[in-house]
């Protein structure tokens, strides 16, 4: 075999083992900030993870994961917490953090920001001064998606073009909208509707060419929400129907998919909460008041409980929600630890890294069997 070909053969057994589903996965307690219980909210290419913990003074704050350091604390604006959502493949994390108010660090209100490494934490400016903000998402070009108030006080979704700039995205007709996901491209997804417990809220996909549209059909008194999207435009999210919800994927070619979910208390329940560029999904349902379940389709729609999967390392885990996976196939998300609330990373088995060094390994040995012909 010529060595070109070899490569090609070890690049797809790489890639066709991070494409599919793992048979198992471990599992690693995040930890938290010192009162106990944390959540994960999204997770990049390295393997870093975004989400919120309660400090030892009850406060909530926003943090960064990555293996060599821990959790690290992102700070505030003033105020007295915030949430981490989103997180970049270079290390830029976005969010919401509260604002010091006239009456103290108690009287703010929630504004998006932007945390780097090298910057801290800074404040995105909303569509109009002194209004309230939100960031959720943000790509490798620094574009973020989020929402903020208008004067008149109604929500907008919005797109912050990284350079300080921000773009408000319109509506479907209705009310309000809010922006949940970006990818690379800048195909920004979230949901639009009108205000009330009885109005339904409809997906959207937005870009710079083409305006803000719906995704999907839509789904009467329950609506739909679409909160993510994958740099091949895949989009996944959650329809209500029946008194249930469905979890979804949506491609422009082949439209929407219903993938479903368990049935419990309140029918069929799923929600999907994220996609990677191999199509696997992952979301959450919500089998009873009481009893919530962490999920995983893969690129066939076919519904795995996590927990199903877990080897020897997931003793005393109940993982109730999957917020996040990247391409390498690493899943974020919170489940209760020995009874306590805990953000976790799953890694496939073996991990992402043993496929690089197989592959790279691999490579190699092409290389040195063709020189010694």
Excluded at 8 to 30: E, G, N, R
Excluded at 274 to 298: E, H, Q
Aim: charged share 15%.
């Amino acid at each position: 075999m010529k060595k070109s070909a070899l490569m090609v053969a070890v690049l797809l057994l790489c890639l066709s083992s991070i494409a599919h589903p793992a048979t198992k996965y471990s599992i690693v307690d995040l930890g938290h900030l010192g009162g106990g219980t944390s959540q994960a909210c999204g997770i990049n290419s390295a393997g870093q993870v975004v989400g919120r913990s309660i400090t030892s003074l009850g406060e909530t704050r926003a943090f960064v994961w990555d293996r060599q350091t821990g959790m690290q604390d992102l700070g505030v604006l003033g105020g007295y917490g915030g949430e981490a959502d989103g997180i970049n493949d270079e290390g830029q994390v976005v969010g919401i953090a509260y604002t010091a108010g006239h009456a103290g660090p108690n009287d703010g209100q929630y504004h998006a920001f932007v945390w780097s490494s090298l910057s801290g934490m800074r404040e995105l400016a909303a569509l109009y001064s002194g209004v309230g903000s939100c960031a959720w998402a943000i790509n490798s070009s620094g574009q973020v998606a989020g929402a903020s108030l208008t004067a008149d006080g109604d929500i907008r979704g919005v797109v912050w073009d990284g350079v300080g700039g921000i773009q408000e995205l319109g509506t479907l007709g209705g009310d309000y909208s809010e922006a949940f996901a970006v990818n690379d491209g800048g195909q920004v997804v979230g949901r639009a509707g009108f205000f009330g417990v009885t109005s339904p809220s409809q997906a959207f996909i937005w870009d710079s060419d083409s305006g803000i549209r719906p995704v999907g059909p839509s789904y009467g008194p329950g609506g739909s929400t679409a909160y993510a999207i994958s740099e091949l435009g895949c989009v996944a999210g959650a329809f209500r129907i029946d008194g249930g919800m469905h979890a979804f994927q949506w491609t422009e070619t082949g439209g929407m998919e219903d993938l479903g979910g368990p049935t419990g208390q309140f029918g069929v329940w799923g929600e999907a909460t994220d996609i990677n560029d191999s199509g696997l999904v992952v979301g959450w349902s919500k089998l009873s008041d009481v009893d919530f379940r962490a999920l995983l389709w893969d690129g066939d729609g076919q519904m795995s409980d996590l927990n199903d999967l877990l080897d020897e390392s997931g003793a005393g885990w109940t993982l109730t929600s999957a917020q996040a996976i990247n391409n390498l196939g690493q899943i974020a998300g919170v489940g209760l630890h020995n009874g306590q609330s805990r953000a976790f990373i799953l890694n496939p088995i073996p991990e992402p890294s043993s496929f690089l060094a197989l592959g790279v390994g691999l490579l190699g040995g092409a290389g040195v069997i063709r020189r010694r012909r």
